[in-house]
């Protein structure tokens, strides 16, 4: 990493959203004019700078490295993808993909087999009884998915992490006989459902995108009205050691990743201790993927960093649910304080759920509608970002692939922040103001201070232009 010594000379690089009477008005990752850098010690003698609030950041005090930011190819989105113009769907793949013009989104989910936001229930093994999986296809992701996958990765121009994850087997492969409902996986089936991970990862590679991980159950202790399986963690556990994780090392797949739990914060200790502490189920495994749909929880995200620190964290879900929320600033508050809190307890990616959605919040097959960064308004056949969109800019644009998060805190309870030192060597600092109150404070990174002024409700990222 190189190291960068500032200089009495330096400047900070300043971008701003801030929330206004509507989303129009609002300011919507402006670039402000650059800050000014001086020695710590020629601020500090000001008495009424001293007594101002202090956001501090230390780049020698380092943490975990940071995966990336990225969203989930759904169905649901993908479709709706395709029904927009040609020129709006592709500056839909720059916003998110592009390393320069847009969010440079590099980490990103997709549904094996069907999920609420699909169009309707299918299986890529549909046939009943089909153990060799004799009429394995894809056949449905090639009509959407796929094209949409392959179009961001060309604006991408750089490799992109990809994580898989069930919302159910097909249903004759479950105690319930239906996708919806929950239901558990057969015994009987689980050696042919483990080979379903091993032909849907080859299904893709041959498509030319590659795999980065598979969880093995989108919320297994859901039973949700949409597809949905249960695990306990003794046989999500069992299924791991005995089924998923040799049937990957024997297709020549060991290096997939294996997320557990990917649910929600509120029992992702308890849910990953049972499989942690069993060794041969552990070896298998990277790490946890966890979501936001109940209480926050982040210290259970530490917790579990302290107690393994060879596995890793991974948010894997998070949406505003309810519809789609058009024009609203909370969501993008709930996005900004989930990202900071998360990645200041040792997780190292952050994935969005859909990158896109209609007017409505959909399409999804069960009526289960819900917001996303981008809507599209079909009728007119444009976009209409949200401020969630802009908040997310301000993690991903930022803080790189490859970043080591660095030690940052805060005096006030008003504002939230992290930071990270990028491979270039450059410093990223993410600040939110949650307060309806504008806050001016003290920013020092190392040896260096400025003071910044933010109106309430915004969120500010700030990189350094340090000169040596």
């Known amino acids: 990493m190189t190291e960068t010594t500032p200089g009495t000379n330096s400047r900070l690089n300043f971008t701003l959203s801030a929330k206004g009477d509507d ?3 609002s300011q919507r990752m402006a670039l402000q004019p650059s800050l000014a850098l001086r020695p710590v010690d020629a601020l500090l003698t000001d008495p009424d700078l001293a007594r101002m ?16 930011f990225g969203g989930a190819f759904t169905e649901a989105a993908a479709t709706t993808w395709q029904q927009l113009p040609p020129a709006v769907a592709q500056a839909l793949l720059r916003a998110y993909f592009d390393t320069e013009a847009g969010h440079g989104y590099t980490f990103n989910r997709v549904h094996m087999n069907s999920c609420d936001f699909s169009l309707g229930h299918y299986a890529h093994a ?12 894809i056949e449905r992701d090639r009509q959407a998915l796929l094209p949409m996958i392959k179009a961001a990765m060309a604006v991408a121009g750089r490799p992109m992490k990809l994580l ?9 492969m479950k105690s319930n006989g239906a996708m919806n409902n929950g239901g558990m996986l057969l015994p009987e089936h689980a050696a042919t459902w483990a080979q379903c991970y091993v032909r849907f990862i080859q299904a893709y ?3 030319g995108v590659p795999i980065w991980g598979v969880s093995v159950q989108n919320e297994p202790d859901a039973t949700q009205r949409w597809d949905s399986c249960i695990y306990t963690a003794e046989q999500e556990r069992d299924f791991v050691r005995d089924h998923l994780g040799p049937a990957l090392h024997a297709a020549g797949l060991a290096h997939i990743r294996i997320v557990v739990w990917d649910h929600n914060r509120d029992q992702m200790v308890q849910r990953a201790d049972v499989v942690y502490s069993d060794p041969e189920a552990a070896k298998y495994v990277w790490g946890c993927g966890f979501h936001w749909y109940v209480e926050d929880h982040f210290d259970h995200v530490g917790l579990l960093h302290d107690a393994y620190p060879d596995k890793q964290l991974l948010f894997t879900e998070g949406c505003q649910e309810g519809g789609p929320h058009l024009g609203e600033w909370a969501p993008a508050e709930r996005y900004a304080r989930s990202i900071i809190s998360d990645l200041n307890h040792w997780t190292v990616g952050w994935i969005d759920w859909n990158l896109l959605l209609n007017e409505t919040g959909g399409p999804n097959h069960v009526g289960n509608f819900c917001s996303a960064p981008m809507l599209a308004d079909r009728e007119r056949g444009e976009l209409m970002p949200q401020a969630s969109y802009d908040y997310l800019g301000h993690f991903s644009r930022f803080i790189h692939p490859g970043a080591q998060r660095v030690l940052c805190s805060a005096s006030s309870e008003d504002l939230a922040c992290t930071a990270a030192v990028n491979e270039s060597g450059s410093v990223a600092v993410v600040v939110l103001n949650r307060s309806e109150r504008a806050h001016r404070f003290v920013l020092r990174i190392d040896g260096l201070a400025t003071v910044v002024s933010l109106p309430g409700r915004s969120i500010a990222s700030f990189e350094d232009g340090l000169q040596s």
């Open 164 to 172: 898989v994850s069930p919302w159910s087997p097909p249903a004759w």
């Open 23 to 25: 989303l129009a008005s």
């Open 126 to 137: 549909a046939v009943p009884g089909d153990a060799a999986l004799a009429h394995f296809s």
């Open 205 to 207: 590679e041959a498509e």
């Open 53 to 68: 609030p202090k956001l501090v950041v230390n780049t020698h005090r380092r943490f975990q490295r940071i995966e990336g």
